[in-house]
């Protein structure tokens, strides 16, 4: 098939070694037959999925984690936690496979936003009726205010260099002909499965957090910093963070 691109562009991705994982997810799906823009079968789903796997074993995007490492160097606190099981994120993405994935748009590396991870982390502390919320993670009703801490995307940090930072999953819905129309077809179980093929970071992946005071970037020492790394570590640890956490996705030791 040809992208839909200029063709000096579309020339170039066929012979990038190392794309950037976003663009190719998002931008260069080359996932349909004879330029027919029509649904995508599993199998050619499968086979665009297992690209990004061999792709993710290249140096390149270990090199990406390092710079960004380095440019971020000094600023607040760092910590790491490992997957103990598979992390997916962004499924909920409009993509042609029907599947989503969240990378970053700059590095292509698969990341944790900032945003969920002050989520999670505002509902633990909330559950456990921590003290300092509103201080941590900000206030609306009454009188607002910003939160005190900076939650960073978290990346993968990428030490094993021989091993690929994505996996390949699948899903096997027993009522897709419900899911798709459920006015003309029942719940019933006489349908066959189909297998749905999806990214997901594997289990055993260490995982970079950043944190930061809000009033002093470089500030290494406040409290209010250190109680927010144990409310991140409880979250991750005790409720995940991404999607499917109720079928044990997403959490971290």
């Known amino acids: 098939m040809k992208l839909p691109l200029p063709k000096d562009i579309r020339g170039n991705t066929d012979n990038l070694s190392t794309p950037n994982l976003s663009l190719k997810y998002y931008k260069w799906a080359d996932i349909y037959n004879d330029n027919k823009f029509q649904e995508v079968d599993s199998k050619r789903k499968g086979k665009f999925f297992e690209s990004f796997i061999t792709l993710s074993k290249s140096k390149?995007?270990?090199e990406a984690f390092e710079n960004r490492k380095k440019h971020l160097e000094g600023i607040g606190i760092t910590f790491t936690m490992t997957t103990v099981s598979r992390l997916v994120f962004g499924m909920g993405y409009e993509h042609p496979t029907e599947i989503g994935f969240a990378f970053d748009w700059t590095s292509g590396l698969p990341v944790i936003p900032g945003s969920s991870l002050k989520g999670i982390a505002r509902y633990a502390a909330e559950t456990d009726n921590h003290d300092d919320i509103a201080g941590i993670f900000g206030a609306e009703n009454g009188d607002?205010?910003?939160?005190?801490i900076v939650f960073f995307p978290a990346y993968p940090c990428l030490i094993d260099n021989n091993k690929p930072f994505l996996e390949l999953d699948v899903m096997t819905p027993h009522y897709s002909k419900y899911y798709s129309d459920p006015v003309n077809n029942p719940p019933a179980d006489w349908y066959s499965p189909l297998p749905l093929h999806f990214l997901t970071v594997p289990a055993?992946?260490?995982y970079c957090f950043r944190l930061a005071h809000r009033k002093n970037l470089r500030d290494k020492e406040s409290?209010?910093?250190k109680k927010t790394e144990n409310i991140l570590k409880y979250a991750l640890?005790?409720?995940g963070v991404g999607a499917k956490t109720s079928v044990f996705y997403g959490y971290f030791t």
């Open 60 to 62: 390149a995007y270990r």
């Open 144 to 148: 607002a205010q910003a939160g005190e």
């Open 204 to 206: 055993g992946e260490k």
């Open 223 to 225: 409290p209010l910093l």
């Open 237 to 239: 640890s005790e409720f």
